[in-house]
């Protein structure tokens, strides 16, 4: 009973709230320079249009007017214990001359990360100098600014993930503004317009002014890109505009991205870089839209290796052979791979095949949104919701020969519920069971150790073993007789380095034929090697190689597809191993780890 309640709790999400999409954006962003003349608050948006007067931390609304003040009402003082510079989504209680003060920094603060927290507000931002540091700057264009920061106002209670991408975004902003200034002057032609704009708001009679950074929008083309900056922030998370119709400035916020497909999970940039580091050739990409769409989003500058790795993305096509398609190394492949997955454009499944295993997400959203089935019906004609309970067990990719005709439709729909994680594929993974607690006396290899060849005690892999039983052992007479003279001149070694390469693999399969038991079964202690040999399957040397070769791999930490890929075996030979050795395992379904890591925090 108490399972089944904690069960309940989860599946209802009571408990701690979700971070909503809200919290993500900004509350405002300004624009300070300092110079000859000291610091000056030069633009923030948003801004509020009524002038606002700070209010005392202690005070507070009386529902009677005529109540006499206590100087000791404690009752009353705690109503406003914690001072808020927030409201209606907006900075509040802090003037423009305050936060001029605050933002001006010394030339000793400017190029590193600046940080300030008021209240229940985080100040974010990173200030640039326009000083020159050498001889080599002193030619540059004059200017009477010294420097100049853009600073973000986020809520304090925000995750602190995204404290590092507002940063990285204030910096590429200070470079791209630096870069504009010293060529041709931009910074100091708009803080010339937005100085006249409040001067000109200032002159106007009391009934006709209106707010000065109202004005100033109107007047200054940086006012309206950090205003196009601030809105795009808060839409959908990205942001592609040219400073000064000149340089590009290109930025994601991950988590505001990844909430549109992940709305009830906030996926964090570190949770992108591990399923990055997981990513393994045999993956594969589906993107989550249209590839036209995403090549008509691509800056003109975007590189042309980009392009065609869009255009040839495939569900079917792993990465590897995704490199081979599109003439790009494995390692140019993996990096634009990370791009599309920070941006969202993309995420990371097995290549689709007849053997694929689905079933219902665990993250699915209860109820299923109405905007997905109507996006569903509008493209199959169909009900989403009697699709998805074809999935309530798990289903396999391929159809019996009666609805072989349907098919080509049924590989669209899952690629349909994979693009906006419906369903998810399990992998089946394999753990020997020697003892009671499933543990052997191998230690755990890397996945450097496992891409390795195998160890010169089997000097062959898989596919070789399976390949000399079925096809290569014709020659096997000529290649000993060979061997056996060139050991005569020179040894073993050299007579097998003279050998072309599928003989050397025959030879090798003679040298492991001649090993005893105990030699191929040495990584394991006497107690486990008596347990494998009370399987019929151990008495066949053959066997028994094979098996002591993919020992390695059965820890229940690598799935039936990443022995294939390692080995370069079909899943056929690896499944009639694993069934002539199934009283020593323990088979088990689930995720890819690889592909799950944005729900780590979720989970």
């Not at 510079?85 to 990360?113: H, P, R, W, Y």
Request: aromatic share 8%; charged share 20%; glycine share 4%.
């Amino acid at each position: 009973a108490y399972n089944c309640l904690i069960h309940f709790y989860k599946r209802h999400n009571f408990g701690p709230p979700q971070m909503g999409e809200s919290s993500l954006n900004p509350l405002c962003i300004i624009l300070v320079k300092s110079g000859a003349h000291g610091g000056k608050l030069l633009f923030r948006y948003p801004f509020n249009t009524q002038p606002s007067h700070p209010t005392s931390p202690n005070s507070f609304v009386r529902e009677n007017p005529y109540a006499i003040t206590i100087s000791e009402d404690l009752l009353h003082q705690r109503v406003n214990v914690e001072p808020s510079n927030i409201k209606d989504g907006q900075l509040e209680g802090l003037s423009d001359e305050t936060l001029a003060n605050l933002f001006s920094v010394s030339k000793s603060m400017c190029g590193a990360k600046f940080e300030l927290k008021i209240n229940d507000v985080r100040f974010v931002g990173h200030p640039t100098s326009l000083e020159p540091d050498d001889s080599s700057e002193k030619l540059a264009r004059k200017t009477t600014i010294t420097m100049f920061h853009i600073v973000f106002a986020l809520r304090a209670i925000d995750n602190y993930s995204i404290i590092p991408c507002y940063h990285e975004l204030s910096q590429r902003m200070g470079l791209i503004l630096k870069h504009e200034e010293q060529r041709v002057g931009y910074l100091t032609q708009q803080m010339k317009s937005l100085i006249a704009a409040q001067d000109e708001v200032g002159s106007l009679p009391e009934d006709q002014q209106e707010h000065h950074f109202s004005l100033a929008t109107e007047r200054s083309h940086l006012a309206r890109d950090i205003q196009t900056i601030y809105h795009d922030l808060c839409t959908n998370g990205e942001v592609r505009i040219y400073i000064n119709k000149w340089v590009e400035l290109s930025f994601c916020l991950p988590q505001k991205v990844h909430k549109q497909h992940f709305p009830n999970i906030l996926v964090e940039p570190e949770s992108i870089f591990e399923c990055l580091e997981a990513l393994r050739p045999y993956h594969s990409l589906v993107l989550l839209v249209e590839a036209q769409e995403l090549l008509d989003q691509l800056s003109t500058e975007a590189s042309p290796a980009l392009r065609r790795l869009v255009r040839q993305c495939s569900p079917l096509r792993s990465l590897k052979t995704l490199a081979v398609d599109t003439d790009l190394s494995l390692l140019q492949v993996f990096q634009l791979t990370g791009h599309l997955l920070y941006w969202g454009k993309a995420t990371v499944i097995y290549p689709l095949c007849e053997s694929n295993l689905y079933v219902l997400s665990p993250r699915m959203p209860m109820p299923v949104p109405a905007r997905l089935k109507e996006k569903f019906s509008e493209r199959f004609s169909d009900s989403l919701l009697e699709t998805l309970a074809t999935f309530s067990l798990p289903s396999r990719l391929a159809v019996s020969p009666p609805l072989a005709l349907h098919q080509p439709r049924i590989t669209e729909t899952i690629i349909w519920l994979l693009q906006h994680h419906l369903v998810i594929q399990l992998h089946t993974y394999v753990t020997l069971a020697l003892d009671e607690d499933m543990t052997t006396s191998c230690r755990n290899l890397s996945q450097e150790e496992l891409a390795r060849p195998a160890p010169a005690s089997l000097g062959l892999s898989l596919r070789d073993m399976v390949e000399s039983e079925s096809g290569n052992s014709q020659n096997s007479e000529e290649i000993s007789s060979f061997g056996s003279c060139g050991q005569e001149g020179g040894g073993p070694g050299r007579a097998l380095e003279t050998l072309p390469e599928g003989d050397q693999e025959i030879v090798k399969v003679q040298e492991v034929s001649q090993m005893t038991k105990e030699e191929v079964l040495k990584d394991f202690n006497s107690k486990e090697q008596a347990m494998i040999m009370t399987v019929p399957a151990a008495n066949n040397m053959d066997d028994l190689c094979k098996f002591a070769l993919m020992s390695k791999y059965f820890r229940g930490e690598h799935h039936l597809e990443e022995m294939m890929y390692h080995e370069n075996c079909p899943r056929s030979v690896l499944m009639q191993l694993i069934d002539k050795f199934r009283l020593l395992m323990v088979k088990h379904e689930h995720e890819d780890p690889a592909v799950s890591m944005y729900f780590k925090g979720m989970e």
